[in-house]
């Protein structure tokens, strides 16, 4: 197996991603998923660095904390990585809502049929 | 706001991800989140007309259905979409491990020190 899956060295794997992870944030109380976003290098130390999450938005293409104008900050509880190192999933505390949208979670809507989304009760 | 956040048509965004979404497995029953992947349209539909999930793997460049050589399928209880529609969340029963290690979750390890990781209990 790849050093990378056994290994208790952190050894991210930005090279499949163009320079990111994936990273999910997850309520470390309800288990929910609150957000799915990326990380470079930076990110991932500020990060680790704070104790607050931080991202890498591609469309902006640059580094942002996660709540530094909302307020919305997530306190991070827990990281964990994935077999091959290409993800991380962040346990968080959540203040506010995680949605920019004012939801607690991004995923508000579920496919309800293979032509529509429905909206799910928070 | 963005009429993909409010709509109720599903009109995923494979423009930012060069052609992919990421795809995030959680654990049905326990919220327990299984794996990060990412899905092309192809993939996408697939996992829509069949009830299974289905990958597109950056490695292989290739789409894959999870468990079609392990039989470690994935039974899709339902989908959701996050604000922007560039992720989806599936909400799976698992069959066996959902990673290729052989563990329930590919998120067997957390950051114990900003050097190092360690092994979580399953």
């Known amino acids: 197996m790849p050093q990378r899956e056994t290994s ?6 930005f090279s499949k991603g ?11 109380g309800s ?3 609150l957000m799915c976003a990326f990380m470079n290098k930076e ?7 704070t104790g607050y999450a931080h ?12 709540g530094e ?18 993800c991380v999933l962040l346990l968080v505390e959540q203040t506010g ?5 004012g939801r607690h979670s991004c995923f508000y809507r579920r496919v309800r049929n293979p032509e529509s989304l429905e909206y799910v009760e928070d």
């Open 31 to 33: 288990k929910e998923v």
């Open 43 to 49: 990110a991932f130390e500020a990060t680790l660095a």
């Open 69 to 86: 104008t909302s307020g919305h900050l997530q306190q991070v509880r827990e990281i964990r990585v994935d077999c091959d190192q290409d």
């Open 18 to 28: 163009n320079g990111l992870v994936s990273a999910i944030a997850q309520d470390a």
């Open 8 to 13: 208790t060295a952190i050894d991210l794997d």
């Open 97 to 101: 809502a995680a949605c920019h949208t």
């Open 55 to 66: 991202y890498y938005s591609r469309s902006r293409k640059s580094l942002w904390k996660k």
